[in-house]
């Protein structure tokens, strides 16, 4: 009887733990190089031992295969959470390309060293901006409460319909699509408004060889139109990370908000 209470203690504390580690390994500044890992598994001990004083203890007969379909389920809801998270700073990613694609910006590219991927300027700055942002807010506290919270919908004995959950996951693209349409709207709009006027001078003066000025203009109007969208990015981003997080509640929780 002592043995079955310990493997079934055991086993509780595995999908627990795995679980946050999925949660963790997708979520934003905590899933990066940036953070040590060993401070990355002394925070998935913490929270598994937190999440463990809620959780009921499982089956000790639960090993085999039974055991493993429920390490990939626990996994994939994990990464799910810190998926729709980490969508928040891809929204302004997208955002950054464009603005650096309609100034002329594009090609200026930094190596990112947390992906080890080639961000446009105007992306990086924007994901250095948004890193501070998500500490100052407690974002980490917010993914570990959602995660912790968990466990009182989804069991960590029983399978859920990942299927039908994957449809309304998806929807999440066009969101990202558009919210990153949203916050560069405004700077699109005046890039356009730029080179219209450099195409209006070009056709009534073409000697003035207007090109080699507006080209230069542009790539400067477009850093200009960026520092003055950091002020409201932090409400973009409040925005956005309250929108995540009500499509958890609404979707994944099935909760009325």
């Known amino acids: 009887m002592e043995i079955e ?17 999925g949660a963790f390994i997708l979520s934003p500044v905590v899933g990066t ?31 085999g295969a039974s055991l493993i379909l429920l390490l ?38 930094m190596n990112d060293p947390v992906s080890n991927t080639s961000l446009p300027i ?5 994901l250095m901006f948004l890193g501070v942002l998500f500490i100052s807010m ?9 995660v912790i919270q968990s466990f009182d919908i989804f069991k960590i004995d029983e399978m859920i319909p990942l299927r039908g959950m994957a449809k309304e996951v998806t929807l999440l693209g ?12 405004p700077a699109v709009v005046s890039l356009l408004t730029v080179n219209f006027t450099f195409a209006i001078m070009t056709r009534a003066a073409p ?29 973009h981003f409040q925005a956005n ?4 997080f009500t499509f958890l509640k609404m979707v994944v929780f099935k909760e009325n908000v």
């Open 33 to 63: 190089k940036l953070i040590p890992v060993r401070i990355k598994l002394t925070l998935t001990l913490l929270c598994t031992y937190i999440a463990s004083l809620s959780v009921p203890v499982v089956s000790g007969d639960l090993w």
């Open 174 to 185: 066009s969101w990202v699509f558009s919210s990153a349409l949203r916050i560069a709207l």
């Open 5 to 21: 209470n310990i493997q079934g203690l055991f086993a509780t504390y595995i999908l627990i733990m795995t679980r946050l580690t």
């Open 122 to 126: 105007i992306s990086q700055i924007f």
């Open 72 to 109: 990939s389920k626990e996994f994939v809801l994990g990464a799910l959470f810190g998926l729709i998270f980490n969508l928040v700073f891809t929204v302004f990613t997208i955002a950054g390309e464009i603005i650096g694609m309609q100034s002329g910006l594009s090609m200026a590219q």
């Open 138 to 146: 407690d974002g980490l506290q917010l993914i570990i409460q959602v």
């Open 241 to 244: 990370m309250f929108e995540s």
């Open 207 to 235: 000697q003035m060889n207007i090109f080699s000025i507006g080209f230069p203009f542009t790539m400067v109007c477009g850093l200009g139109v960026t520092g003055m969208m950091i002020p409201i990015i932090a409400s």
